[in-house]
């Protein structure tokens, strides 16, 4: 590869580099001057979604506690319902027990 001329064998050519090597410089600085300002907002918008991913963090905090105590109330009341239903068919049991031994040994007795 060769390298690069210093200077170009028609002086014309040397005239019209000038103003492209300041049109590259003016580039190069504008877009020093964009990173900046893409740097400055990326840098705010980064603190303005921490601020609102802290926010809406905080909201669902609360909203999942307020839906463990409704579904922890919600379990109480379904394991006393469950008690209260165990105590009633432990007395239907009791109950219907001797009334199915009373009729089975009426007609064992009928028949017999």
Same mark, same amino acid.
């Given at each position: 590869m060769t390298a690069? /001329?210093?200077?170009?064998t %028609?002086p014309? &050519?040397?005239?019209?580099g *000038?103003p492209?090597d $300041?049109?590259?410089?003016?580039?190069?600085?504008? &877009?020093? *001057?964009v %990173?900046k300002?893409?740097d400055t @907002?990326?840098?705010? &918008?980064r603190?303005?979604?921490? $601020?609102g991913f802290? /926010?809406a %963090? +905080? *909201?669902m905090?609360? &909203?999942?506690? *307020? $839906?463990?105590a409704k579904?922890d109330?919600?379990?109480a009341r @379904?394991d006393a %319902?469950?008690?209260?239903?165990?105590?009633?068919? +432990?007395?239907?049991?009791?109950?219907l @027990?001797?009334?199915g031994a009373?009729f089975?040994?009426?007609l064992?007795?009928w028949? $017999?």
């Open positions: 690069p /001329k210093e200077t170009w %028609d014309r &050519l040397n005239e019209f *000038k492209v $300041a049109g590259f410089t003016k580039v190069d600085e504008r &877009l020093e *001057k %990173d300002k893409i @907002v990326a840098g705010e &918008l603190g303005e979604m921490k $601020a802290e /926010k %963090d +905080k *909201k905090e609360g &909203l999942f506690e *307020k $839906a463990d579904m109330a919600g379990f @379904v %319902d469950i008690r209260e239903l165990r105590g009633e068919i +432990k007395w239907l049991i009791y109950g @027990v001797p009334i009373t089975i040994h009426s064992i007795s028949f $017999a």
